[in-house]
């Protein structure tokens, strides 16, 4: 049986903020994490996202903190600001009662707004590193009270090129300090970095049940940018999905996946980090009651959906990061039940498809591009099917009268085939049109076959707030979360050596 917040040594207003957020038992990694943290030990922790990974690191970080102190005394580094906004929000929940000043510093948003807020004098500093290094050039950031460093998705920050900035970022912080290093993958340029940054330490490994692939029934449709939301709309139709998970690279795309469909008559919701935490939480809580069938999320924010009666997953995008791949599809087959994942490729985009398959040691079945009469069809098999459930739960008596009128003056045929029109939609009538894309390009690093990903690169870093571009300030053009290309490169060299 897994142990209880109250089997840990822990301040009671932290242990009350874990219950008020309605957690009971510990997770495996959270079980494993939190004493040898509490004891100051230095720690290396391999664990997915989803896991309760945040939590067992936070509550022990949260039990040192001195209230008492107006000084930054601890700091989270995380390689996205999605990332870091989120841990920040749920920093802030568990140190609410204790009265833990936590701040989330992420390239984006405006540097003044974020020094302003610095006057307030945070406890707790949830940190890009590009952005960070801005703070601590214009010292409106020190770092010589902190005595807890966590490294958040360390193997993302050094894909993102950010090694260069941690290595700098930590020769800033007192050397007697507390270190945890969490990692999804432990990638030789990981164990190297916490060779030279971490002492002793100790070694936790959590790693979740494989997703089943064989349980979900893996295709994809090859198609041009400019088709591909026709294409969803119409696999859509044809699929029927309980519910689906359609993934989109950027926010923007999310934004313009989500209204494109809601145009179409379809019932979805975008799902990314430009959105507070009461919206995500509204949009999770309609997605898990079925109000809504699709949810378009980017990766970072489809990050802990654990929803077992999802059907489907739709890859209207590609992810850069082969590993990524198996997490999104991990969204359906759950539970003992099929699933289905779809993936829209662009034919510039095949021999990244194919690295996917390479890297994964799977094989997705090509299948043609669906038709409009398809999708009609499938609309239409949908439909009757609604029809004969209305008919068979028979609460009908308020509309015999109107029907036997109708029987009087039309075939019954007639009147059938004008329900199903009328009720059937047309996936087509509504014209949509997304920015298009730039397709993904696969490169050839050394260690391409182990999925680190080192060429990786997000659309979302040249993006601004609301994820468009051109919406950053003059600032905001010099952070070096923007850009991580040349620090990409360096990482890559440190590799080689």
């Known amino acids: 049986m897994n142990k209880t917040f109250y089997d840990f040594p822990l301040d009671h207003r932290i242990t009350r903020a874990i219950s008020e957020m309605g957690y009971t038992s510990a997770t495996p990694i959270q079980e494993q994490v939190i004493l040898p943290a509490l004891s100051g030990r ?59 000043n936590v701040l989330a510093v992420y390239g984006g948003q405006e540097i003044s707004r974020q020094i302003r807020a610095l006057k307030n004098r945070p406890h707790v500093i949830i940190a890009t590193p590009g952005r960070l290094i801005d703070h601590i050039e214009r010292r409106t950031i020190r770092l010589a009270d902190v005595h807890t460093v966590v490294l958040d998705e360390a193997d993302e920050m050094l894909n993102m090129g950010f090694l260069d900035e941690i290595q700098k970022i930590l020769s800033q912080v007192p050397s007697e ?46 198609v041009r940018e400019r088709e591909k939301f026709d294409v969803l709309c119409r696999l859509i139709d044809i699929e029927g999905p309980q519910l689906a998970v359609v993934f989109g690279r950027t926010k923007r795309r999310v934004d313009e ?56 997953v739709f890859n209207f995008d590609l992810p850069q990061d082969p590993e990524s791949y198996v997490h999104r599809i991990g969204r359906t087959g759950r539970a003992g039940r099929e699933g289905v994942a779809i993936s829209l490729v662009t034919p510039n985009e095949l021999d990244h498809l194919q690295f996917i398959e390479r890297v994964n040691k799977i094989k997705l079945k090509k299948r043609p591009a669906p038709t409009k009469k398809e999708a009609l069809i499938g609309q239409l098999d949908e439909t009757a099917e609604k029809l004969t459930t209305a008919i068979q739960e028979s609460n009908l008596d308020s509309y015999l009268q109107k029907a036997a009128g109708l029987l009087a003056e ?70 070096r979360d923007w850009d991580r290309e040349r620090g990409a490169k360096r990482s890559r060299e440190l590799v080689k050596k």
Do not use: C
Request: aromatic letters at 4%; proline letters at 4%; glycine letters at 8%.
């Open 42 to 100: 230095d720690l290396i922790g391999q664990a997915q996202t989803g896991t309760g990974k945040t939590a067992a690191f936070s509550i022990p970080l949260l039990e040192k903190v001195d209230t008492e102190v107006g000084k930054v005394q601890a700091l989270v580094l995380a390689p996205t600001r999605e990332l870091a906004i989120q841990v920040a929000e749920e920093m802030t929940k568990l140190g609410r009662h204790k009265g833990v």
């Open 177 to 222: 300090r507390q270190t945890m290093l969490f990692s999804a993958t432990m990638p030789a340029p990981i164990r190297k970095l916490a060779d030279q940054f971490l002492r002793d330490p100790e070694h936790i490994s959590v790693v979740p049940q494989t997703v089943k692939t064989a349980a979900i029934a893996q295709s994809y449709v090859e």
């Open 257 to 312: 996946l989500a209204a494109g469909l809601q145009k179409r008559g379809y019932l979805a919701e975008g799902l990314h980090g430009d959105l507070s935490q009461n919206q995500r939480d509204q949009v999770m809580r309609k997605f898990r009651e079925g109000r809504i069938q699709l949810l378009v999320a980017t990766d970072v924010a489809a990050r802990g959906i654990d929803v077992s009666n999802v059907s489907h």
């Open 410 to 479: 039309f075939e019954s045929e007639q009147i059938v085939a004008a329900a199903l029109k009328l009720l059937t939609r047309d996936s087509g009538d509504v014209h949509v049109e997304l920015t298009p894309e730039k397709p993904l390009r696969t490169r050839k690093p050394r260690g391409a076959g182990s999925g680190s990903g080192f060429n990786r690169r997000s659309n979302d870093w040249k993006r601004g707030e609301k994820g468009h571009a051109g919406s950053r300030d003059r600032n905001d053009r010099k952070s």
